[in-house]
T-cell receptor
Framework: GAVVSQHPSWVICKSGTSVKIECRSLDFQATTMFWYRQFPKQSLMLMATSNEGSKATYEQGVEKDKFLINHASLTLSTLTVTSAHPEDSSFYIC????????????FGNGTRLTVT | LAKTTQPISMDSYEGQEVNITCSHNNIATNDYITWYQQFPSQGPRFIIQGYKTKVTNEVASLFIPADRKSSTLSLPRVSLSDTAVYYCLVVTGRRALTFGSGTRLQVQP
């Protein structure tokens, strides 16, 4: 089945630094990838839609200059949290779409970001 | 986007059948229903999807009545490892999924 890999699975960084999270589709080409954020005991919230070779589309309230998304290839999208602050601590999850028809979207296993 | 409503939480015991019902009153003609399972600190895992009537796979069944305004996920003989959050979603085309609050299922021994 379709596999989506995220790296790292967890990261701890100091306030003010930047962190990059990778999302890879391992056995298919993903023209579109989606980035979500999930706070404890809450549901997943869509942050942005990433299209290969074009600019990402951000959801309302998500700062595009803070959450930089790059989708340079059909198998890789990256999310960079710039100048991270403790309130950016969260669980970040990606999903990838490249399959045809009504095939379900598959998700990565998430990245736990802790900003100290 | 069709909004979904499902119970916040459910409790069950090992070996029982669990049915989680989701309502989606404004589902559109071309929409279909999909269910995901999420364990703590993991990404959602696809369980099952369907358009109408009944769909069954190796882990669950999905019942969708003729009016498609609701759907029921059925988990046969649950075990402790089925303790998780279950999300019902209505899917329109090739798009990002919009997650509701989900149902937190707790399976007791």
């Amino acid at each position: 089945g379709a596999v989506v890999s995220q790296h790292p699975s967890w990261v701890i960084c100091k306030s003010g630094t930047s962190v990059k999270i990778e999302c890879r589709s391992l056995d298919f080409q993903a023209t579109t990838m989606f980035w979500y954020r999930q706070f404890p005991k809450q549901s997943l919230m869509l942050m942005a839609t990433s299209n290969e070779g074009s600019k990402a589309t951000y959801e309302q309230g998500v700062e595009k200059d803070k959450f930089l998304i790059n989708h340079a290839s059909l198998t890789l999208s990256t999310l960079t949290v710039t100048s991270a602050h403790p309130e950016d601590s969260s669980f970040y999850i990606c999903s990838a779409d490249g399959l045809s028809g009504d095939s379900p979207l598959h998700f990565g296993n998430g990245t736990r970001l802790t900003v100290t | 986007l069709a909004k979904t409503t499902q119970p916040i939480s459910m409790d069950s015991y090992e070996g029982q059948e669990v049915n989680i019902t989701c309502s989606h009153n404004n589902i559109a003609t071309n929409d279909y229903i999909t269910w995901y399972q999420q364990f703590p600190s993991q990404g959602p895992r696809f369980i099952i999807q369907g358009y109408k009537t009944k769909v069954t796979n190796e882990v669950a069944s999905l019942f969708i009545p003729a009016d498609r305004k609701s759907s029921t996920l059925s988990l046969p003989r649950v075990s402790l490892s089925d303790t998780a959050v279950y999300y019902c979603l209505v899917v329109t085309g090739r798009r990002a999924l919009t997650f509701g609050s989900g149902t937190r299922l707790q399976v007791q021994p």
